[in-house]
């Protein structure tokens, strides 16, 4: 919601941008650890009850949000879902995709969970915004600060609300994992620690690391994607909102093709693909030819960046497959990578805060996306060192 509503955000919480940066930044100092403790736990125990638990905390933190706390109560809540969202969601998530995939189709699962997540983000969105207009009583441009807050306090309780919902469903729908359950009790805390050191040794874990941090610097600066529509396009608060649901709309086309095109050919090759086309869109945004007149162009370079952004949601974690790591070690393989892969997590927010806030207007956003590009370049490096390295363990 602070990605599609973030001009709101800033307004309702009464925040900069660099104290808003500073909020995910305590999300992702909390999340860092919460990968490396939370990795093995996917490897022991079934993912349904982990994930499930997991949304049932994450809807209570709704709740406290929908009072408008502090900005310090703010910044715990962060760190909050920083733990909620990960320790014992993210690595089960991605093992139970695995599994489902099997050797052949990881690339087609992994589409399919990212197109999934970005239509549901899409409709997630739309809802909110929806809602934000429902219990709007006057027109944005007029509202009166209490008006927009009501409205969005609406937002977030009623999405809170599903998210519990769909934890209840976690439990009764998904089917248990036989070869989880099998294997559950004979994974000990020593075998968890032997499962780190053997993992820590393959070098495509690594490289990995490397790709999933530059990656995830591109999807970090999604979130200024709706500000960018309000103060340099001249969108309003509810259109620019709009743009911001759209582009997780692009992400379900994106994420399907993109896995059905990582199975004919490699998750590696699409990758450097990926790492191309954003560095494309970045140095257009960064150039400065993008004005409230080039509307054209601003959706081309908009759509540009998300597509490259977008294709490394499914690309992550289907190149395990290809990098040889074993299953039986996914889950803490998983909290490995997240664990150097999802820094920008805690950096992101921050710098993007500052370069905004200290170079206001579209001069902020060009530097953004400057070094976007620049991160970008060094993505594209270890994603061709790994492409190299994947061929040849596989001619081999």
Not at 147 to 160: D, E, F, N
Not at 219 to 225: A, Q, V
């Amino acid at each position: 919601m602070a990605r599609i509503f973030r001009p709101t955000v800033l307004d309702v919480f009464n925040l900069t941008n660099l104290e808003l940066g500073t909020c995910f930044s305590i999300y992702g100092i909390v999340a860092f650890i919460s990968y490396f403790m939370g990795g093995g736990l996917a490897d022991k125990y079934q993912p349904r009850y982990l994930m499930a638990i997991s949304l049932f905390l994450t809807s209570l933190g709704g709740l406290y949000m929908a009072t408008y706390p502090s900005y310090f109560g703010l910044s715990m809540l962060y760190g909050y879902w920083g733990f909620t969202t990960i320790f014992l969601f993210w690595a089960a998530m991605i093992k139970a995709t695995r599994v489902w995939g099997g050797p052949l189709k990881q690339g087609i699962a992994f589409g399919l969970l990212d197109g999934g997540r970005g239509l549901v983000s899409f409709a997630f969105g739309w809802l909110g915004i929806f809602i934000f207009s429902l219990f709007l009583i006057e027109e944005i441009e007029v509202a009166t600060g209490m008006q927009r807050k009501v409205a969005y306090g609406y937002v977030v309780l009623i999405c809170s609300a599903i998210i519990a919902i769909i934890g209840v469903l976690l439990i009764f729908l998904v089917k248990e994992d036989p070869s989880v359950e099998t294997t559950s009790e004979k994974i000990t805390t020593n075998q968890l620690f032997k499962n780190y050191i053997k993992v820590i040794k393959i070098p495509s874990v690594w490289l990995l690391m490397v790709i999933i941090l530059c990656a995830y610097t591109g999807y970090k600066i999604t979130d200024i994607y709706s500000q960018y529509a309000n103060e340099v396009m001249g969108y309003d608060q509810r259109d620019a909102a709009a743009i911001g649901s759209n582009l997780l709309g692009i992400r379900i086309i994106i994420g399907i093709a993109i896995g059905f095109l990582a199975d004919k050919t490699r998750s590696s090759f699409m990758m450097m693909i990926s790492f191309a086309i954003t560095i494309l869109g970045a140095f257009l945004f960064a150039s400065g030819l993008i004005d409230p007149d080039t509307t054209l162009l601003f959706w081309f370079t908009i759509i540009t960046v998300a597509t490259g952004v977008y294709a490394f949601r499914t690309l992550y974690f289907s190149a395990i497959q290809e990098g040889k790591i074993s299953l039986a070690v996914t889950g803490t393989a998983v909290g490995l990578i997240s664990l150097i892969g999802y820094t920008p997590d805690i950096f992101m927010g921050p710098v993007i805060g500052v370069l905004l806030d200290n170079s206001p207007g579209e001069q902020g956003f060009q530097e953004v996306f400057f070094m976007l590009a620049i991160v970008s370049i060094f993505g594209w490096i270890a994603s061709y060192v790994f492409h190299h390295i994947s061929t040849k363990k596989h001619n081999i």
